[in-house]
């Protein structure tokens, strides 16, 4: 099979893809089907493909070809399937029509009466009893051009006006191969860059599915979303989807064709979204439709225009006691999707910036609860640092939908990468960071658990800096979760806190794993430290989880806890550090060291209190020696070029 027409962006520009190089396609095999009355060559056209030269002698039906993959310009296997009315029931013939992916419907030149059966018995047998949306592809095949005087084309136009799924008319001549492999691209064009989920010929114009998707990928190019793809970005495109760029004059070629053909389709000398898509309209009205498929692929898109499972979920291993966080460039690419959506630079997301930014996706992602799970602003609008927290939040629990979410923004697009798992560090095993007496990561999980009413939520809402009073105003639709930044020796980790309000009967082993238990008892409770006892004793004390006694409401007269042992000597008994007093009624309740606290320990676990404020010493005046030291080299450096 031959390579064919080349495609590319630009209209009358240079040619810099082939079909065979148009992104990866969806049918796992091609089977073309050859129908048509007796006589018109049916069986010579597919002998004269294969041998590349006319038979002398015809049978009456070829036996089904099979070309391997390797051979054809898609790199799909392509079976053809001949039909004989003398040798096959009309129950043998439908059978074959169900299976193929294109019939090509073929006719002699020079008889009409062939014509006339394409319309009246051919059209109706393959597609009679089909819904449109679910119509076999069409080819037309005039064969023995050879013997013809004049085309058959006048003819043949109206029949091709009349039913849409009629993707392409090919005269050809198995006697002297005119055309035949030319057929033959076209049956397999068909239906692996098939018109129909792009275009209705009736109302000629793109179908709403396919300008949803031209839209979200031009959104996603317009990477400074000033509603124009200009020169830079327009390159990038256009290397991106095939491989090469566009010279200057081809660039200017294509704006041009655009802005004598609408009225709104260029601006300030770049292609907005209505210029986009008539480009696209016109590549399927000029028969160039492999070209809006190599751009829907390279997004994601299948020929239903669903984005791919293959796309959106590659495969990622997560080994236990593992987890997954975001590296550095992922950052500074979600970082640059905020600033292109925050139109007034105010460094908060307004609902609209917000609903813009999520209009790449086919649902909005975050429910109410999101924007009380992060840092917000007094009016609950989502900052950069919440915006990060939450990506970081995802990543961490829910990391395949994260890697989906990162799918709908293009990531691989933007970041020119594989797939959407580039973005994600896999850390490596708990196991191997106490063993080590160290940690990679920089994302830690603290459970908070305590009985009801000992003010969880209250902590959990503190440390976004949400006073009591806020907390009030939000009303009860809080979430389990919030997650913020704090410092460990100088750095920013991200600490997750879960809040867990079960009884003591009903906590499982499972929900007690984290790299940190904070066991919250409440000091006016005489009954509450009792609760976190057990829940220690049962799933923490033989355990290398590290843990935190904290004894909230320190605002409010103590009451003595109905517990055999104080919990200070509790604490003292099991060597753990004392508890921590900690109130939500203060101002500086956001800022409490406790959350340093936390994710301290959850970065050492391996080190008793003691072990831990010397390690965070000794980690500080490491540090400073170093610096020092360095500064001193680049002292020593200026002082000896001077002299």
Known sequence: LPTGPAVDLSLPGQRVLSLSQSGANMKGNVRILLVGEPKVGKTSLIMSLVSEEFPEQVPARAEEITIPGDVTPERIPTHIIDYSASEQTEDELQDEINRANVVCVVYDVNQESTIEKIQSKWIPLVNGSCERENRIPVILVGNKSDLQETSSMEMIL????????????????????????????????????????????????????????????????????????????????????????????????????????????????????????????????????????????????????????????????????????????????????????????????????????????PYFPWGPEAFNTVCTDERGWVTLHGYLCHWTFTAYLDVHRCIEYLGYLGYTTIMEQESQ????????????????????????????????????????????????????????????????????????????????????????????????????????????????????????????????FVASKADLPEQKQEHGITPLQFCYKHRLPPPFHFSCCSDSAASSPIYSRLALVASFPHLNDAELSTSSLCLRVTLGAAVTALLAFALYRALARHK
């Open 158 to 361: 109206p029949i091709m006006n009349q039913f849409t799924e009629i993707e392409t008319c090919v005269e050809c001549s198995a006697k002297n191969l005119k055309n035949i492999s030319e057929l033959f691209f076209y049956a397999q064009k068909a239906v692996l860059h098939p018109t129909a989920p792009l275009y209705s010929p009736e109302d000629k114009q793109l179908k709403p599915l396919c300008v949803q998707a031209l839209t979200r990928i031009f959104n996603i190019s317009d990477q400074d979303n000033d509603g124009i793809l200009n020169d830079v970005e327009m390159n990038f495109f256009q290397k991106y989807c095939f491989r090469n760029p566009l010279s200057a004059q081809a660039l200017e070629d294509v704006k041009t064709v655009v802005w004598k053909n609408t009225t709104d389709g260029i601006r300030d000398d770049g292609l907005t979204l209505n210029g986009f898509l008539f480009l696209n309209t016109l590549f399927v009205q000029r028969g160039r439709h492999e070209t809006t498929w190599t751009v829907l692929r390279k997004f994601g898109y299948d020929d239903n225009l669903e984005m791919t499972d293959d796309y959106l979920h590659p495969p990622l291993r997560v080994l236990y006691h593992c987890t997954t966080e975001l590296n550095q460039r992922t950052y500074l690419f979600l970082q640059r999707v905020f600033e292109k959506y925050d139109a007034d630079n105010d460094g908060v997301l307004s609902p609209i910036e917000l609903t813009n930014l999520f209009s790449v996706f």
């Open 421 to 548: 798992t580039a973005a994600i560090t896999v850390t490596r095993a708990k196991k191997l960071d106490l063993e080590k007496g160290q940690t990679q990561r920089n994302v830690f999980l603290c459970k908070v658990i305590g009985p009801k009413g000992t003010g969880k939520t209250a902590f959990l809402q503190a440390f976004l800096g949400r006073s009591l009073q806020m907390q009030s105003e939000m009303g009860a639709d809080l979430c389990d979760f919030t997650i913020n930044t704090v410092q460990v020796n100088s750095q920013d980790k991200y600490l997750i806190l879960h809040e867990v309000d079960v009884d003591c009967e009903f906590l499982k082993a499972s929900n007690a794993t984290c790299d940190v238990a904070c066991l919250m008892y409440d000091i006016t409770d005489a009954k509450s430290f009792n609760y976190c006892a057990s829940i220690y004793k049962e799933h923490y004390m033989e355990s290398r989880i590290p843990c935190v």
